[in-house]
């Protein structure tokens, strides 16, 4: 719950959210993100008790989280592979072709065949109270954030910000750089000393 709610304060804070003025928020007197904690264990408690109305309900959720997430990684190797790494700067650790092309595709062909595995029936025969209905989730999720997204890059999105502070021999200097949604950038200096 800690790391879930410190991601979601973080989208707040850069108002990716709904609801982010408050969300965005670190509480003063408790000296952390509570609003963004508070809103973690309503849904945790919320998705919780699905389990009680329903166990074909929250398996459709526990299997559409297990999609989602494979499709994230997919979402994050794949354009390696499509693109031939052309735009990935290397760095630390960067594998060599020879063996990075073959990692990546079996990696990728691993997500896609799993993920089609993991939408068929539990047993068999098929009946509405045993269907597999994390298909339905993940496609009804992907539409959702979709439609957020198209609609949000369009009103108000900026981006994270991201701030430096530059010492040299004139003084020290505070950059504040934020990347919109539309790619342009805005850059803040701010002296702070002589």
């Known amino acids: 719950m800690a790391s879930a ?17 408050q969300i965005g928020k670190v509480n003063h007197r408790f000296h952390n993100p509570f609003n963004a904690m508070l809103g973690i264990a309503i849904t945790v408690n919320c998705l919780g008790a699905i389990f009680i109305g329903s166990s074909t309900a929250f398996n459709a959720f526990v299997g559409s989280f297990v999609i989602l997430t494979t499709m994230s990684y997919l979402a ?13 700067k290397p760095g630390p650790f960067w594998m060599p072709a020879r063996v990075a092309y073959p990692v990546l595709t079996i990696a990728t062909s691993y997500i896609v065949v799993f993920n089609v595995i993991y939408c068929f029936p539990f047993v068999l025969p098929v009946s509405p109270e045993n269907m597999n209905y994390s298909v339905v989730m993940t496609g ?14 369009n009103h108000g999105y900026e981006g994270p910000h991201v701030v430096m502070e530059i010492e040299g021999d004139v003084g020290t200097a505070r950059v504040t750089e934020t990347v919109t949604a539309k790619g342009t950038r805005h850059e803040e200096i701010e002296v702070l000393d002589k």
């Open 5 to 21: 709610s410190r991601m979601l304060w973080t989208l707040g804070r850069d108002k990716a959210t709904p609801f982010s003025d």
């Open 76 to 88: 994050a190797v794949g354009p390696h592979l499509l693109y031939r790494r052309r735009f990935v």
């Open 140 to 153: 009804g999720v992907t539409t959702l954030f979709g439609l957020y997204y198209l609609w949000k890059r």
